[in-house]
């Protein structure tokens, strides 16, 4: 019996220590990547701007072939967006929250049980090419004390998977601006 009281007491010393270092881990995620693309930026803004060109090149249409998704709103501009239903990449909501055409595009994800997240492009002119810099930030931490912990780690893990997607889009956005 004295065994497992000890047991129990490391388990529970160790949890407790996962726990209150994952609350002193930042919930704050902000992730950004950049690509040159040899295209004007009349040619690469519609890209992202018409939501209805975003399965040409976004990283996680191409994750779910079978994602159902809806438009909504006007076909570019601030309220333009796509809901989307996936078993995969599970249910979600994006819109278009801020438009500067051909500067700059904010959006605000919805990722319904797993919060909100806010996202966007700048489009810089460079020579005859365009940098396109995507960008997206994100509270992890939500819920009580036990969530918020996790979500610090997930954080960590979240920022590195989020890159990786950015860096595939980026590379498809570039292919299809420079047909």
């Known amino acids: 019996m004295k065994t497992l009281r000890k047991i129990l007491i490391w388990l529970f010393a160790i949890i407790a220590v996962i726990v209150i270092v994952g609350l002193f881990i930042p919930g704050k995620v902000h992730v950004e990547r950049s690509s040159a693309m040899n295209a004007p930026v009349e040619k690469v803004f519609p890209l992202v701007a018409d939501m209805q060109n975003w ?4 990283p996680w249409h191409k994750m779910d072939p079978n994602m159902k998704i809806t438009y909504f709103g006007p076909q570019m501009g601030p309220g333009a967006g796509y809901s989307w239903t996936s078993e995969k990449m599970g249910n979600g909501k994006m819109t278009i929250k801020g438009y500067e055409e051909n500067k700059a ?11 909100i997240a806010t996202g966007g492009f700048n489009f810089t002119p460079e020579g005859s090419g365009t940098k396109v810099t995507w960008y997206m930030d994100s509270d992890v931490k939500q819920g009580n ?13 979240f920022k590195s998977m989020i890159a990786d997607d950015f860096d595939k889009g980026l590379a ?5 601006a420079e047909k």
Do not use: H, Q, R
């Open 55 to 58: 399965p040409s090149w976004s």
């Open 105 to 115: 595009l904010v959006t605000e994800m919805d990722f319904m049980e797993n919060g």
């Open 145 to 157: 004390v036990f969530m918020k912990a996790l979500g610090g780690y997930f954080g960590l893990m």
């Open 172 to 176: 498809d956005m570039k292919k299809e």
